[in-house]
Nanobody, 122 residues
């Protein structure tokens, strides 16, 4: 019904930047909250940042001041600008969206992308 496709991960050195993108497609009526989560090896999945339909944002303390989340409602897309990357930011980053599916009964459902690897290393 709905697919989320992420892009933009890669290998960078400490202090460098990356921009992650996530585009939703399929039977979409509208989207409420969109967010980015990450999971490092041996650790639990954690919220990185999220943004609602009014563009109210929330960030994990560990990324405040370095990461910026934004969205393009016309494109059903969410972005994560990551600056000043650190080794501890290394993880698989997942996009998440609360989508009102354009199929009766038009419920909100949560969808996840496949994940994109971000590695920060010398």
């Amino acid at each position: 019904q709905v697919q989320l496709v992420e892009s933009g991960g890669g290998l960078v050195q400490p202090g460098e930047s990356l921009r992650l993108s996530c585009a939703a497609s399929g039977s979409i009526f509208d989207i409420n909250v969109m967010g980015w989560y990450r999971q490092a090896p041996g650790k639990q999945l954690e919220l990185v940042a999220r943004i609602d339909s009014h563009e109210t944002t929330e960030y994990a303390d560990s990324v405040k001041g370095r990461f910026t989340i934004s969205r393009d409602n016309a494109e059903n897309a969410v972005y994560l600008e990551m600056n000043g990357l650190k080794a501890e930011d290394t993880a698989v980053y997942y996009c998440n969206a609360d989508v009102r599916v354009a199929i009766p009964p038009y419920n909100f459902e949560s969808y996840w992308g496949q994940g994109t690897q971000v590695t920060v290393s010398l």
